[in-house]
């Protein structure tokens, strides 16, 4: 099976930057997701990391550790827009399907 | 446009009549899936889909029925509802399983009284 953990609750100030972190313990782990949903819409694509390390698009970044089962999604210049769920979701090969965490609301405050 | 279109958007019903959620996607993905999302519980799959006539439950498939007998369309079937399947409905679709971002329709709030 699959374990996804992401806090529940995050809190942060407009212009400012937020780490989301997200840990999972899997076999046959094949890559990462970041979804963003804000309330009642549907979740829409950030991020898809397969190696280690850090990728950059625009405000937002995303970043991969394998080996120790963690990753994390960085939002820069914090706009009020940017409050949302943001969804870690593992994609496992051995299951043929992703499994998504609970989700992180993350409230930006002026 | 790419989409994914489910109808519809918000659905009352009661305990045991029959109901029918339409997804259709016009991308030509071969993977497609139905998640139920409640209050902390993020988002759980219920049925999914490899393509024409292949579908497989996922991990909450207890009264849900599911079928895929055109690529595009790929319809959630609930035969007797119960208040416990009250939940956010979405239907997602992709060019694989996993790799490739997955598109999800605008959701359907279903209330079962």
């Known amino acids: 099976g699959q374990n996804i953990d992401q806090p529940t609750e995050m809190t942060a100030t407009e212009g400012a930057i937020v780490q989301i972190n997200c840990t999972y313990q899997?076999?046959?782990?094949?890559?990462l997701f970041w979804y963003q949903q804000h309330a009642g819409e549907a979740p829409t694509f950030l991020s898809y990391?397969?190696?280690?390390g850090l990728e950059e698009k625009g405000r937002f970044s995303s970043f991969l550790s394998r080996s120790k089962g963690y990753s994390y999604l960085l939002l820069k210049e914090l706009q009020m827009k940017d409050s949302a769920s943001y969804l870690c979701a593992v994609y496992n090969t051995n299951a043929g399907k992703s499994t998504f965490g609970d989700g992180t609301t993350l409230t930006v405050k002026p | 446009e790419a989409q994914v279109t489910q109808n519809p958007r918000y659905l009352i019903t009661v305990t045991g009549k029959k109901l029918t959620v339409t997804c259709s996607q016009n991308?030509?993905?071969?993977?497609m899936s139905w998640y139920r999302q409640d209050p902390g519980l993020g988002l759980r799959q219920i049925y999914y889909?490899?393509?024409?006539?292949?579908?497989d439950k996922g991990d909450v498939p207890e009264g849900y029925k599911v079928s895929r007998k055109e690529k595009r369309n790929f319809p959630l079937i609930l035969e007797s509802p119960s208040p416990n399947q009250t939940s956010l409905y979405f239907c997602?679709?992709?060019?694989?399983?996993?790799?490739?971002?997955?598109?999800f329709g605008q959701g359907t709030r279903l209330t079962v009284v």
């Open positions: 889909s490899m393509n024409v006539e292949v579908t």
């Open positions: 990391n397969v190696l280690d």
């Open positions: 899997t076999s046959g782990f094949n890559g």
């Open positions: 997602a679709s992709s060019f694989s399983p996993g790799g490739t971002e997955a598109f």
């Open positions: 991308m030509n993905h071969e993977y």
